[in-house]
């Protein structure tokens, strides 16, 4: 038995009922967004840690940089811009979508 009232029943059905269309052209500009966006979020990162550390950014082709050190500093570039991306990405869809009911 479905304890919803009616009218969330009716709220329910009436998202189901939505349709949202992307234009295609966000579909081209999208990869182009999350790709400036995550180079421009690395350099800041890059520069962050210098600024906090003083030194360079460990580079994971670096082996004088200890194993453990690169790995975690890859974990936590690769964290950052793929939550970047996300968020492009989904700017970039949400600035480009209409919304209509059916």
Not at 14 to 29: D, F, G, K, M, Q
Not at 52 to 66: I, K, L, M
């Amino acid at each position: 038995m479905n304890a919803n009232s009616p009218g969330e029943q009716m709220a329910e059905q009436e998202a189901l009922t939505r349709e949202v269309n992307v234009n295609p052209i966000v579909h081209l500009i999208a990869p182009i967004a999350a790709i400036g966006a995550t180079m421009i979020v690395r350099k800041i990162v890059n520069s962050s840690y210098r600024g906090f550390t003083g030194r360079e950014a460990p580079r994971v082709n670096d082996a004088t940089v200890p194993l453990v050190k690169a790995l975690l500093w890859a974990a936590a570039t690769a964290a950052i811009a793929a939550g970047v991306e996300v968020m492009a990405y989904r700017v970039t869809n949400h600035l480009g979508s209409t919304e209509s009911a059916n």
